[in-house]
């Protein structure tokens, strides 16, 4: 298992940026493909880019060329940079870790403790 915590939320206006931060401690973090999930308020869990330990990546429709998704094996954190946020971005964002990449929640088996990012319009 490893241990992951999220940081870098907040509130923004339509239109900004935040950047995600999800720091790793534990077993081997270059070993495991590295995902961020979002739940809306009243909303299901979705899927929103992921990242494989080699570097490849898999984003959601909804967020393909506004955000992107890296990670700094050497300082074993993962981070979301999220550009033109829109009101239906606001929700905790969850980072995870899995074996292999992955859009599927179920294939996660860490969880950090979610981050709130609220946009406003």
């Known amino acids: 298992q490893v241990q992951l915590v999220e940081s870098g939320g907040g509130l923004v206006q339509a239109g900004g940026s935040l950047r995600l931060s999800c720091a790793a401690s534990?077993?081997?973090?270059?070993?495991?493909?590295m995902g961020w999930f979002r739940q809306p308020p009243g909303k299901e869990r979705d899927f929103v880019a992921a990242?494989?330990?080699?570097?490849?990546?898999d984003y959601a429709d909804s967020v393909k060329g506004r955000f992107t998704i890296s990670r700094d094996n050497a300082e074993n954190t993962v981070y979301l940079q999220m550009n033109s946020l829109k009101p239906e971005d606001t929700a905790v964002y969850y980072c995870?870790?899995?074996?292999?990449?992955?859009?599927?929640?179920?294939?996660?088996?860490?969880w950090g403790q979610g981050t709130q990012v609220t946009v406003s319009s």
């Open positions: 534990g077993r081997a973090f270059s070993n495991y493909a």
């Open positions: 995870a870790a899995a074996a292999r990449l992955s859009t599927r929640a179920g294939d996660f088996g860490s």
């Open positions: 990242i494989s330990w080699i570097g490849s990546t």
